[in-house]
């Protein structure tokens, strides 16, 4: 972590909170946020409606100022600076296009207002276009393409100045689906070729996962952890994190041990396993764990099972079956595994079957 | 079949007793004496109720009557100050009202802009009288500024409603926008509010225009000695002697309104 140097490259945001006086009550939309993104990193902020991800953007780019706390860029305040001072640029959720201007006036705006020569303006915005590979439509009026040409449109636009810094506030959530997994492999690639540090902001997780270099999730305000997809996926240090990323098994337990970040428990079955525990702080006692559905598995050998319950429910999803296992506690557990050819369907429904969780499944939450 | 269908038809006022008599009355009481002025400036004798065949003489009359182009050259200077005055400080009003948060007393502020439609027109036209001659006393002044005025004072709400109706349909994103790309705010004001706004202000300035162009309670009121405008040069002549010549300054003065406005109206089609 390098988190706090107030030499690093990127942004860092340090205890900004963001307090809206809306007439009756103010909304504390941001709460003491503090997080630190890289340069040249594909940053993405995730989060459920309202959460506060829009605000954070909008306090990057200046069109709100934070109520405490500053952000950096490349270790110097940006209080200051107004946002067209600011190498920050914005793709908005609903585009934004200036609608009296052609796609390739849109494009060039940015540069013009930087004062740029004439003949590098064409130069870039030709680039751009090719890029976004809207060269075709150069000409059209912006209400006059569809959804998904309007996104590279935006996107050209605000990558043409060459920012230091790109925020993009769900530029794809207008998008259908195939659209927006080819969009997903285009930004992705844009990333890599610029160079340019991308904050991006979805509220789809697999979205998220899917681009991200890390990923910060967010509720209410505060951010709740931030990490590497798969760090995210698979160590969840909150309930809410793990709830809101993927399906996830809870189950009770007690710390025996710890040390190193990982530690024994004892499940309510009487079973001692391995589990990771959470960063910071120590814990002990009464813990919750997760489990993943995908990092266990069932067997009818009782020896080699971890615990075990009554088999209530198959579902068949085509490159995976899941089982539903009540457990002695009343609880459901939920294992998914991957259909194979040649293995046959032998569980039954209602036959008492064994868990087995694989190795350094189980992680330990903080709350 | 038919009677279900009949019963589930909507609600029309179009199929109600006495629609298509009432609307054909109203046309008639809009356009027949319209169209009886037109015709009858064309008449070649010197009667307005009496036809005696076509001529282009009450054209050529009023062409050829200085004061009536001193009155219309007065009219158009006047209209098209204070249509220009009002649509500016329309704008900026309009900009005030639209571009902050709402505040306690914003109505207020409204009512205040509007003022001219609210107060009758002979009273605003009676204190200009009272007031401007105040002014006249004190300064010796007696030149156009005071219809201007009058006149700019009483077309901003014309001017007004158009361009807020517009400021509010705009996405206020588009500014937060340009200014993300570098536009300081006065850039991306002639830029990007500006253009997006012009149908609004130019809807309001054609307002304005015509509305000054066609005033006569307050022009008569403030107008010093021997400032006519065409409106009140023909009130004065219908005083005395009523020629055909009236019907021709009329139907010019329509054929200008229908002109501007239609020109407006094609204008503002292809600006959206
Ligand atoms: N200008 C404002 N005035 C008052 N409250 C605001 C304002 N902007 C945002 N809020 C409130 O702040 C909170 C966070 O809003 P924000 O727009 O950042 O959410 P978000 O995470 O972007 O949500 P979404 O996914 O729906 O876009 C919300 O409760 C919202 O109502
Ligand atoms: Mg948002």
């Known amino acids: 972590m390098r988190d706090g140097g107030g030499t690093t490259k990127g942004i860092a945001v340090r205890g900004v909170s963001k307090v809206f006086d809306a007439a009756a009550a103010a909304v504390r939309a941001l709460d003491d946020v503090s997080v630190t993104i890289h340069e040249n990193e594909f940053f993405t902020l995730l989060g459920p409606s309202g959460c506060g991800k829009t605000t954070l953007l909008r306090l990057i780019a200046g069109f709100e100022s934070p109520s405490a706390g500053e952000i950096l860029l490349d270790g110097a305040p940006l209080a200051h600076l107004p946002p067209f001072r600011r190498p920050v640029n914005t793709v908005f959720q609903n585009y934004a296009l200036f609608p009296h201007m052609s796609v390739m006036e849109n494009v060039a705006f940015g540069l013009e207002m930087l004062g740029k020569p004439k003949r590098e303006i064409e130069k870039t915005v030709n680039d751009m276009l090719r890029l976004v590979r809207m060269e075709e439509l150069r000409d059209r009026a912006t209400n006059k393409i569809s959804g998904g040409q309007q996104q590279r449109v935006a996107l050209a636009r605000a990558l043409a100045p060459r920012p230091k810094v790109l925020l993009l506030d769900e530029p794809l959530s207008a998008l259908d689906l195939k659209l927006r997994k080819e969009m997903q492999i285009e930004l992705k690639r844009l990333q890599k070729d610029t160079g340019i540090t991308f904050v991006f902001v979805t509220h789809d997780q697999e979205e998220a996962l899917t681009m991200s270099d890390r990923v910060a999730v967010m509720s209410q305000g505060k951010i709740l952890q931030v990490g590497s997809p798969r760090e995210i996926y698979e160590h969840p240090a909150k309930r809410f994190v793990a709830d809101f990323i993927g399906e996830t098994n809870y189950l009770e337990a007690e710390i025996v041990a710890s040390g190193h970040g990982q530690a024994q428990i004892r499940l309510s079955s009487g079973a001692q396993i391995a589990a990771s525990l959470p960063e910071g702080g120590r814990l002990t006692g009464k813990v919750t764990v997760v489990v993943r559905p995908e990092h266990a598995s069932l067997t009818l050998d009782a020896a080699k099972a971890t615990f075990s319950g009554r088999l209530e429910n198959i579902v068949y999803f085509g490159t995976d079956t899941h089982y539903h296992v009540r457990l002695a506690d009343g609880s459901l557990f939920t294992v998914r595994m991957q259909n194979a050819r040649g293995h046959e369907e032998t569980d039954r429904i209602n036959a008492e079957v064994g868990v087995i969780l694989a190795e350094n499944a189980a992680q330990v939450l903080r709350d | ?272």
């Open chain 2, 1 to 272: 079949m038919a009677r279900g269908a009949r019963l589930r038809r909507p609600f029309s006022i179009k199929r109600q007793p006495g629609f298509t008599a009432i609307a054909l009355f109203c046309f008639f009481a809009l356009y027949a004496p319209i169209i009886v002025l037109v015709v009858y400036s064309f008449n070649s004798g010197n009667s307005i109720a009496v036809w005696e065949g076509f001529s282009w003489r009450w054209y050529r009359s009023a062409w050829e009557n200085d004061l009536v182009i001193e009155a219309a050259t007065r009219s158009l200077i006047i209209a098209l100050c204070a249509s220009l005055a009002a649509t500016t400080l329309a704008t900026m009003a309009a900009l005030g009202t639209t571009r902050t948060r709402p505040y306690r007393g914003l109505t207020v502020v409204y009512a205040l802009i509007n003022q001219p439609l609210m107060v009758p027109e002979i009273v605003t036209g009676v204190a200009l009288l009272i007031f401007f001659a105040l002014i006249k006393v004190a300064t010796g002044y007696t030149g156009l500024l005071y219809l201007i005025t009058a006149h700019t004072a009483f077309c901003i709400p014309f001017a007004y409603l158009p361009i807020r109706a517009r400021l509010e349909g705009m996405d206020l994103a588009l500014e937060t926008a340009a200014a993300d790309l570098y536009a300081t705010p006065w850039r991306a004001f002639r830029r990007v509010t500006l253009p997006l706004l012009w149908p609004g202000i130019m809807a309001g300035g054609v307002l304005a225009f015509v509305i000054s162009l066609d005033d006569v309670v307050i022009t008569e009121l403030v107008k010093s000695a021997g400032q006519e405008t065409l409106p009140t040069y023909m009130l004065g002549q219908l005083r005395r002697v009523i020629t055909p010549e009236i019907n021709a300054i009329s139907s010019v003065l329509l054929a200008i309104s229908v002109l501007i406005v239609s020109v407006f109206f094609a204008f503002s089609r292809k600006g959206d």
